[in-house]
């Protein structure tokens, strides 16, 4: 059989693996195939989890991790990465200094910190340290209300305080900031600045249990429309319309907050062609 050339791009994850399969590598790895681009992984951190809670974490040694990116880039040489769970402090500097050593290489950092019911995915004296060596090189960072926080001081309440913080996260240092406001009480409106643009995204909390990984999917989205050569805003475009049919299309596993359907738009055409029942 002779080969042909892969024409779906290669994209990278640098995060931690879900058991439940509803986040992490795992809703990573369904976001690249379902935006026609190839994953590939590097895993930072096993978690034993599921929709209802994360039980426990184990971190991996920085050198596998810093071993498996470099097994990616050499040989399948991604077009852009996405990083999500790092962990601790000696998983992110080790991430840093590999990233810095391929400047060429598009980067969407997803500061993970927290798990919505508060489990850290992050050891608090790595918070510093991932804004000192992570947030220069970035394409874009994308935090969400209670990360933003974290990183900034700011009570973010309504849309002047996330403004306060995109512009304060800005001057920490990242060329651009998605602001992610999934969790405010009154709307699930987002924030995209990068110091002379502003643009809103407006969007309405929509009442669905299948919410689980909605912000690794949606930065491995940014990721896999940047490794196709799509302008960052228009990549968010689409990132933010695929994570929003994902819940809207979205069914119940488990008994807690299921996944987001990243297969919806297959599953739509495989019932439109008669072989899904």
Known sequence: ?????????????????????????????????????????????????????????????????VEQIRAVVDDIQPRACK??????????????????SIPSLPAVIDPVAFTSTGYRLLTPDALDILVARLFAGATLITPNLRE????????????????????????????????????????ADDLFADG?????????????????????????????????????????VAAKTFVHDGIVNGYQVGAGHAPINHFYAYDRLLRKEGSLA
């Open 83 to 100: 990083t999500g769970m790092l962990a601790n402090a000696a998983i992110v500097n080790a991430v840093a200094d590999t990233l810095e």
């Open 148 to 187: 933003a926080a974290a990183f900034t001081g700011v009570d973010i309440l309504n849309d002047d305080d996330m403004r306060k913080a995109a512009e304060q996260l800005l001057e920490l240092g990242a060329p651009a900031v998605l602001v992610k406001g999934g969790h405010r009480a009154d709307n």
């Open 1 to 65: 059989m002779r080969s042909t050339e892969l024409d779906w791009p290669p994209v990278l994850t640098i995060a931690g693996s879900d058991s439940g399969g509803g986040a992490g590598i795992q809703a990573d790895l369904k976001t690249f195939a379902a935006m026609h681009t190839f994953g590939t992984s590097a895993i930072t951190a096993v978690t034993a989890q599921n929709t209802l809670e994360v039980r426990s974490a184990l971190h991996l040694p920085p050198e596998l991790v």
């Open 196 to 236: 002379t643009t502003e643009r809103w995204f407006r969007a309405p909390h929509i009442d669905s249990r299948a919410t689980h990984g909605t912000g690794c999917s949606l930065s491995a989205a940014i990721a896999a429309g940047l490794a196709k050569g799509t302008p960052l805003v228009d990549a968010i």
